[in-house]
């Protein structure tokens, strides 16, 4: 039972449509877990814990079992994602699947039965620099698919700051902002000194030998001498994206 229907349930219990007891008997006989072939248990009542559904991890998995947990995923919920999707696996699973969407800078292949839902605005997301792409595209389309609207400022790092200067006000105005910068990771410093909102930074592997596929940013994001900022792993722009979504739904809306 997806949270739309569980809601509409307490409604009718509340307003006395429905008994208590038959509203027992409902939830009663809700699955809570799906056994995939011999490999995976699907957790049926993320989206109720959780506010969105579970979402498939496509990294080390076979293009079969991606395409079997995703059929089985979408019997039960409008919005349906993988995660580090390759090419060769979204062209297998869309095959089997119909009506899936794959976004190759991201990485993610989805089902959004409800494309023209209202989303909310509030989260914005600033890069250092056009390497970084595919974890800004990983985390903006996370935050789209779970409910947001997304605004992106691309390639503006440090090495051009008057580049960032241009979109203070149009970042002023957001609940959150992330940050996703590779190489020394000193956006995102810079960023939280201007901004008075939750700053979420991403460092990414992009760099030349000393960046250490992506260690160095992640300290220097670490130590960063601006308040407010929060450091998630390296390449995780998923992980940056539900925590964005997460804090803007709980922020007023400066839009409307």
Same mark, same amino acid.
């Given at each position: 039972?997806?949270?739309?229907?569980?809601?509409?349930?307490?409604?009718?219990?509340?307003?006395?449509?429905?008994?208590?007891?038959?509203?027992?008997?409902?939830?009663?006989?809700?699955?809570?877990?799906?056994?995939?072939?011999?490999?995976?248990?699907?957790?049926?009542?993320? *989206?109720?814990?959780?506010?969105?559904?579970?979402?498939?991890?496509?990294?080390?998995?076979?293009?079969?079992?991606?395409?079997?947990?995703?059929?089985?995923? %979408?019997?039960?919920?409008?919005?349906?994602?993988?995660?580090?999707?390759?090419?060769?696996?979204?062209?297998?699973?869309?095959?089997?699947?119909?009506?899936?969407?794959?976004?190759?800078?991201?990485?993610?292949?989805?089902?959004?039965?409800?494309?023209?839902?209202?989303?909310?605005?509030?989260?914005?997301?600033?890069?250092?620099?056009?390497?970084?792409?595919?974890?800004?595209?990983?985390?903006?389309?996370?935050?789209?698919? %779970?409910?947001?609207?997304?605004?992106?400022?691309?390639?503006?790092?440090?090495?051009?700051?008057?580049?960032?200067?241009?979109?203070?006000?149009?970042?002023?105005?957001?609940? *959150?902002?992330?940050?996703?910068?590779?190489?020394?990771?000193?956006?995102?410093?810079?960023?939280?000194?201007?901004?008075?909102?939750?700053?979420?930074?991403?460092?990414?592997?992009?760099?030349?030998?000393?960046?250490?596929?992506?260690?160095?940013?992640?300290?220097?994001?670490?130590?960063?001498?601006?308040?407010?900022?929060?450091?998630?792993?390296?390449?995780?722009?998923?992980?940056?994206?539900?925590?964005?979504?997460?804090?803007?739904?709980?922020?007023?809306?400066?839009?409307?």
């Amino acid at each position: 039972m997806d949270e739309t229907k569980l809601r509409s349930l307490l409604q009718s219990v509340s307003d006395g449509s429905v008994s208590i007891a038959q509203a027992v008997e409902q939830i009663s006989i809700i699955p809570t877990m799906e056994a995939v072939n011999d490999y995976a248990n699907i957790d049926l009542q993320r *989206v109720a814990r959780n506010g969105f559904p579970e979402v498939i991890f496509g990294q080390g998995k076979t293009p079969q079992q991606v395409s079997e947990i995703f059929n089985r995923l %979408i019997n039960h919920h409008n919005q349906v994602m993988a995660t580090r999707v390759t090419p060769e696996m979204a062209s297998f699973v869309m095959n089997k699947i119909p009506n899936l969407v794959y976004q190759p800078t991201a990485r993610i292949l989805f089902l959004d039965r409800e494309p023209d839902r209202k989303k909310k605005a509030g989260i914005a997301i600033v890069s250092a620099g056009t390497s970084d792409l595919y974890v800004v595209e990983e985390a903006a389309l996370t935050a789209e698919i %779970i409910g947001n609207q997304v605004t992106r400022i691309n390639d503006v790092g440090v090495a051009g700051l008057h580049r960032l200067m241009n979109h203070l006000p149009e970042l002023r105005k957001a609940n *959150v902002v992330i940050v996703v910068a590779g190489m020394e990771g000193a956006l995102v410093s810079v960023v939280g000194g201007l901004l008075a909102c939750p700053i979420i930074a991403v460092p990414t592997s992009v760099g030349y030998g000393a960046n250490f596929n992506g260690l160095a940013a992640l300290l220097a994001m670490l130590n960063s001498c601006a308040s407010g900022v929060a450091v998630v792993n390296i390449d995780n722009g998923f992980g940056a994206g539900v925590i964005a979504s997460r804090i803007n739904h709980l922020a007023e809306d400066k839009y409307e």
